[in-house]
């Protein structure tokens, strides 16, 4: 618990008051045996001054003894008048309300979330979730710029690919999923390919310029074969198109 709590920027009030709920958690015995110190002693932590009088702070060691006699939920009912276990999402946006007006709150708040969800925010960091509103933009931008055809098409394919990965767009996503399209159907995957570097562009990018850039380079456009097939010419063919060229040259 120490290692999310940092006990050197907590007020001497927030000291006794963890001091005084793992008294009542653990018993005066109990507490004496994890901090070392005797019950005289831990009495006048309490009260906050010495027999002469004298302020008294509970030492940086014996606070993170106590911290870590109590669990997460009991550290912040204590220090930010709260029980994470009965948090809703006003209390959350409270709390990130808070975490943008108090840095020392912030630094506490980001080291729980780095302990708790680090792997997690590792991959939501390039992941981006795509809303209603991103694609109602991407429509409207389609729709301004382009002909009805290619808007159309570029619409299509986005919510269908979208749908298909679950709104959530991200590097390895991205590339997995286009080469995975690409062996089943290059042309189909060449469509798709375009509207997703179209959308990336011209929205992802608003949102996150960096983050747009990774997804961008993450996969390439596959090039459907063509079903052209070049006419095989003769010699007298080809003799005959060489003269009527420069005669037509000769003449005009």
Known sequence: MANLVDVSKLTKEQKIRLLEKAKEKLGMGKLQEITGRSRKQLYLYLRG????????????????KIVNALTVDEVYEVVHGFNPREVTINDAIAVISKAVRDPGFRSMFFMLLQKQFGEYLRQTS?????TKEDVELFEKLMKE???KSTW???INYLRHTL????YELSPDK?????????????SRAE???KALKLFIKEVVRLRDSHLARELYDSFKIPKAKTSYKPINLTIDTM??????????????
Do not use: C
Request: hydrophobic share 35%; glycine share 2%.
């Open 49 to 64: 001054y010495d027999e002469r009088g004298k302020e008294l702070d509970i030492p940086q060691e014996v606070m993170e």
């Open 126 to 130: 390039t992941s981006y979730l795509v």
């Open 145 to 147: 710029d382009r002909a």
């Open 152 to 154: 159309k098409t570029r």
């Open 163 to 166: 749908a298909d990965l679950n």
């Open 174 to 186: 991205l590339k997995e999923y286009i080469l995975e399209l690409a062996e089943e159907n290059k």
């Open 191 to 193: 469509h798709t390919a």
């Open 239 to 252: 003799s005959v198109v060489i003269v009527s060229s420069l005669s037509y040259k000769f003449w005009n």
